[in-house]
């Protein structure tokens, strides 16, 4: 499963991103958007337990929330 997040041109500061699933899916690509970075690597989504992303403006990237 690839997910690639939104470009930095078309995000704002604390905007939110989540992906969930009701499997566990071990062969996971998170790709950042044009602009921004990810911290950290995300490649694994446990079923039923979401992975929660905040784009920090200052960092231009998407962290854990």
Same mark, same amino acid.
């Given at each position: 499963? &690839?997910?690639?997040?939104? =470009?930095?041109?078309?995000?704002?500061?604390? *905007?939110?991103?989540?992906?969930?699933?009701? *499997?566990?899916? &071990?062969?996971?690509?998170? /790709?950042?958007?044009?602009? &921004? &970075?990810?911290?950290? /690597?995300?490649?694994?989504?446990?079923?039923?337990?979401?992975?929660?992303?905040?784009?920090?403006? *200052? =960092? /231009? =990237?998407?962290?854990?929330?």
């Amino acid at each position: 499963l &690839t997910v690639t997040l939104p =470009a930095a041109a078309n995000i704002v500061d604390g *905007q939110t991103f989540s992906i969930y699933s009701s *499997q566990t899916v &071990t062969a996971l690509t998170v /790709t950042p958007g044009s602009g &921004t &970075t990810l911290t950290p /690597t995300i490649t694994t989504v446990t079923a039923a337990a979401p992975i929660k992303l905040i784009y920090n403006q *200052q =960092a /231009t =990237a998407w962290q854990l929330f």
